[in-house]
């Protein structure tokens, strides 16, 4: 269900992505802007290095009020967005995200029943996560005295926090993967027993005589009343 959804969500972006619009990429813009600024408020170390991609992104905005033709308009204001949203500024939002990632699946995993043999490996992920979100925090906040030390730095702390996510992820899927074979072993072996109870229930059936009717106990052969053979 989780991932159906992501997948609708992927795919009605993509759907709105490829619809642009004067007024979607002017709603981009307010949104990418607000964030942009935010990120400079909470990183104060790149603050200098936002409010130069702030001042291009605005440059470029500044052009599409000369355009007429809409279809150039509308690639124009996609440009200046495309400053707002560098690469840079999608993964200080990034981080943020990823590094709530982290915790739900680590309170995911914490929620799991785990066997003695999964233990290690989920703790290890688990500490590793919220060494790998410490660490990351102390990170992000070097100084970044260029847009290049910006780049180099959020590629960093996100590849560090990715890896993390996945190891937490992998034993995830690894738990569920146990589950869910124990799960069909358990069906199979209830399935077995059920079809021996019900072989046993028809073996304990009297057995009607073909011939006079009379009820003979389970497993008779002949029939004690006439001595008919019994049949099936
Ligand atoms: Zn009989």
Do not use: H
């Not at 104060?44 to 290095?49: G, H, K, S, T």
């Not at 990034?94 to 703790?123: C, F, H, P, V, W």
């Amino acid at each position: 269900m989780k991932k159906f959804t992501a997948i609708m969500v992927a795919f009605l972006f993509l759907a709105v992505s490829c619809k642009k619009t004067v007024e979607s990429e002017q709603k981009a813009w307010e949104v990418n802007l607000r964030i942009a600024n935010q990120l400079a408020y909470e990183y104060p170390n790149f603050d200098a290095a936002i409010k130069e991609q702030i001042k291009t992104a605005e440059g470029v905005w500044a052009e599409t009020a000369a355009l007429s033709d809409e279809k150039a308009k509308i690639q124009k204001m996609a440009d200046a967005n495309a400053q707002l949203r560098a690469p840079f500024i999608r993964s200080l939002d990034e981080i943020k995200s990823l590094r709530q990632t982290i915790r739900t699946k680590s309170t995911d995993l914490r929620g799991m029943k785990l066997e003695y043999n999964e233990l290690m490996g989920a703790n290890q992920a688990i500490s590793n996560g919220e060494r790998a979100i410490f660490d990351a925090e102390i990170k992000i906040k070097s100084p970044v005295n260029s847009k290049s030390d910006a780049d180099a730095l959020t590629t960093l702390v996100v590849s560090d926090l990715k890896l993390a996510e996945s190891n937490i992820e992998r034993i995830i899927s690894t738990v569920k993967n146990r589950e869910a074979e124990q799960k069909k072993v358990a069906q199979k072996t209830e399935e077995v027993k059920k079809a021996a109870e019900e072989k046993k229930t028809v073996e304990a059936q009297p057995i009607k005589c073909g011939y006079c009717g009379t009820l003979n106990p389970a497993g008779s052969t002949t029939c004690k009343s006439c001595g008919a053979a019994l049949g099936k």
